[in-house]
């Protein structure tokens, strides 16, 4: 539930962000979602690699760093986008 209203969270922040760059915040809200969701599955899959099944636990806590790496990756990116009034003096 937590991971929920996380995700909540951060997908308003990344729609404010992309409104002051002056793109369209739906369809980043959007990349956040999905880039939230990859990061969860690839973690996912590194965890099972590495602790294997029987550690769920720590599966779950590679998860999570996997998809907050994913929220981090994509929120650098759009930071990087110049702003919509940068070019104006």
């Known amino acids: 539930m937590i991971e929920v209203i996380a995700l909540i969270l951060l ?3 990344m729609g404010r962000i992309a409104s002051r760059k002056g793109l369209k915040p ?3 809200q959007l990349y956040t979602i999905l ?4 990061g969860e599955f690839v973690g996912i899959l ?3 690699m590495i602790f294997g099944t029987n550690n769920l636990v720590s599966v ?3 998860a999570l760093a996997g998809a907050i ?13 110049p ?3 940068s ?3």
């Open 69 to 81: 790496t994913g929220y981090l990756i994509l929120k650098s990116n759009l930071s990087k986008r």
């Open 83 to 85: 702003d919509l009034n």
């Open 26 to 28: 739906g369809r980043w």
């Open 35 to 38: 880039a939230w969701l990859a």
């Open 46 to 48: 590194v965890g099972i």
């Open 87 to 89: 070019g104006i003096n």
């Open 60 to 62: 779950i806590l590679v």
């Open 11 to 13: 997908t308003a922040e």
